[in-house]
């Protein structure tokens, strides 16, 4: 998910900076487009930070399941995020297999899915956060 998320992120980070517009000036520097740039490479380094700690904690035998509960949910709402906000970014572009956006959108969606939907991972979190099961 973090690959797809860079993937996307990247493809309109290069997009903006060459397409123009506007006295002929690259759609980057218009402020909206900066803060959806920053917001995504701000949660792609929070994605990667948390993989590495997960990483680290398998590692070390002290991994538990809400760990990668956390990281699957987290991960994966950040990928699809970012897919999105890429796909608005590139406009109608952004909607043709010319750029790879939608590709890992369809991808993304079924990651969602098959990692485990985002309220299961809520359970798992949240009986480890109150000691409660609520799924039992």
Known sequence: TVGAA???YQTALDYTRARKQFD?????SHQLVQEKLAWMITE???AQLLAW??????????VEAAHISMLKRNNAAMALETAR?????????GIT???PIMRHLCNLETVKTYE???????????ERVTGIPAYR
């Open 6 to 8: 860079m993937d996307c």
């Open 24 to 28: 002929d000036r690259p759609i980057a």
């Open 44 to 46: 792609i380094t929070k």
């Open 53 to 62: 700690q997960v990483g680290k904690l398998k590692d070390s035998g002290k």
């Open 85 to 93: 906000l890429s796909r608005d970014l590139l406009g109608a572009n």
């Open 97 to 99: 297999d010319e750029y």
């Open 116 to 126: 485990g939907t985002d309220h299961i991972h809520a359970l798992v979190i949240g």
